[in-house]
């Protein structure tokens, strides 16, 4: 018997893409609204972490829900290559060293999910379903 997860890939789909979307919401959730965790720094709209965390908030609950899936997934796979190179990329080459490991993952699930979409249990393939 060959074992397989491939009658799931949609629901593995969209479930990569909510437990990715509710990480990213933390992240910004710290930068904007200093919780789950207190923020490092004030928070200033008009900052590259202010930017960033808007985007990681809004973005992450966007793709929790599974809406403009493509175009968000996009986006934050471009954020999370950008904050590689800034935060990260300058100190070390290796992301085991240089502590860019998450950025490096998030820029390429996002890409992915870019591709992909956001599976079956999304309010895009919801709003297609009604459509069609």
């Known amino acids: 018997m060959k074992f397989t997860l491939a009658p799931y890939q949609s629901i593995l789909l969209s479930v990569l893409r909510i437990i990715s979307g509710l990480l990213m ?13 207190p923020s490092r720094a004030p928070f200033e709209l008009m900052s590259k972490i202010g930017v960033a965390g808007m985007l990681e908030l ?21 954020l999370m290559a950008f904050a590689y190179f800034i935060a990260h990329g300058l100190t070390d080459f290796w992301p085991m060293l240089n502590g860019g490991e998450l950025a490096a993952l998030y820029c390429f699930v996002y890409l992915y999910l870019a591709a992909a979409g ?15």
């Open 118 to 132: 956001g599976g079956y249990f999304s309010v895009d393939a919801m709003l297609a379903r009604k459509k069609g």
């Open 58 to 78: 809004v973005g992450g609950l966007l793709l929790a829900i599974g809406l403009f899936t493509r175009p968000t997934a996009f986006i934050l796979s471009g």
């Open 25 to 37: 919401m933390q992240h910004g959730g710290q930068k904007v609204l200093g919780f789950p965790a």
